[in-house]
């Protein structure tokens, strides 16, 4: 079974910061069944690691090159181990 995957940046109010995540963090977003690319990007579905954006933040409308989020890439490297 595929396991879709696409990496997103919280989205801050600018570049420099988001509740410490300075904005460069890229977490892993399980894409499931019946769900495209697009239903998460600017979304507030949660990542692998549990991140969500908060308030009123949500996930940044393009994705990232590469998920950069150590506590995603650890539930990947799992996920990956079971397939
Ligand atoms: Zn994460």
Do not use: F, Y
């Not at 300075?22 to 600017?42: N, P, S, T, Y």
């Not at 940044?60 to 650890?74: D, G, I, N, R, W």
């Amino acid at each position: 079974m595929a396991l879709t995957i696409i990496a997103l940046e919280k989205a801050g109010r600018k570049s420099s910061g988001w509740n410490g995540d300075h904005g460069k963090i890229a977490h892993a977003l399980e894409v499931k069944d019946g769900q495209r690319e697009r239903d998460l990007e600017g979304g507030t579905t949660a990542a692998l690691c549990g991140a969500a954006p908060s308030g009123r933040g949500s996930w940044s409308s393009h994705q990232s090159e590469a998920v950069t989020c150590p506590k995603c890439l650890k539930k990947l490297a799992s996920a990956v181990a079971l397939n």
